[in-house]
């Protein structure tokens, strides 16, 4: 007879094997993997973003929060141009900061940052282009006063929050896109 305790039963048994490979799934389903990458593809370089917009410096800030987030990532060296297998372009197209919400009291407690770039990776080994974004636009939320659940920020908060957004789905597109 089988018994349904954690014991030592096949059922107890079943169960905990079956337990631990979900926890391992779990715990990396959020990770990349270098097979996915073409095997040639070893390095990237990532020159400073042109900036297509009257927001000071924006174009560095971006640039520093893409190559942050390669380094971070580890499947390729960040490189100069000249030694690079593949390059990353992009310019900023678009910033817009605008009031996203109001209090009772009709006080803007609430803005949207909205980024738009135009990016393009190629492949300097094989000569042609990976994977290329018209206008890839992101957002992010943020509050000038404490509300629950979200600290009161400034537009510098609320922009470096796009922009991590714009980096995650460059690296994105790059490593996991095969």
């Not at 893409?66 to 990532?73: A, K, Q």
């Amino acid at each position: 007879m089988i018994e349904y305790g954690a014991g030592g039963t096949r059922f107890g048994r079943w169960l905990a094997v079956a337990s631990l490979s979900l926890g391992l799934a779990s715990g990396c389903a959020y990770t990349t993997s270098t097979a996915l990458l073409p095997a040639h593809l070893k390095s990237v370089a990532i020159p400073v973003f042109e900036n297509g917009t009257s927001e000071y410096q924006i174009e560095r800030t971006l640039t520093d929060v893409v190559i942050e987030r390669f380094v971070s990532d580890n499947h390729l060296r960040i490189v100069d141009e000249k030694s690079a297998d593949l390059v990353i372009r992009g310019r900023i197209r678009s910033y817009r900061n605008a009031v996203f919400g109001f209090n009772t009291a009709a006080n803007a407690q609430e803005y949207r940052v909205t980024v738009g770039v135009e990016v393009t990776a190629r492949d300097r080994v094989k000569n042609r282009e990976m994977w290329h974004l018209d206008d890839l636009v992101r957002t992010a939320n943020y509050y000038v006063v404490p509300v629950p659940g979200a600290e009161a920020t400034d537009e510098i908060g609320g922009r470096s929050a796009a922009l991590k957004k714009i980096a995650d789905e460059i690296l994105a597109r790059t490593v996991e896109g095969w």
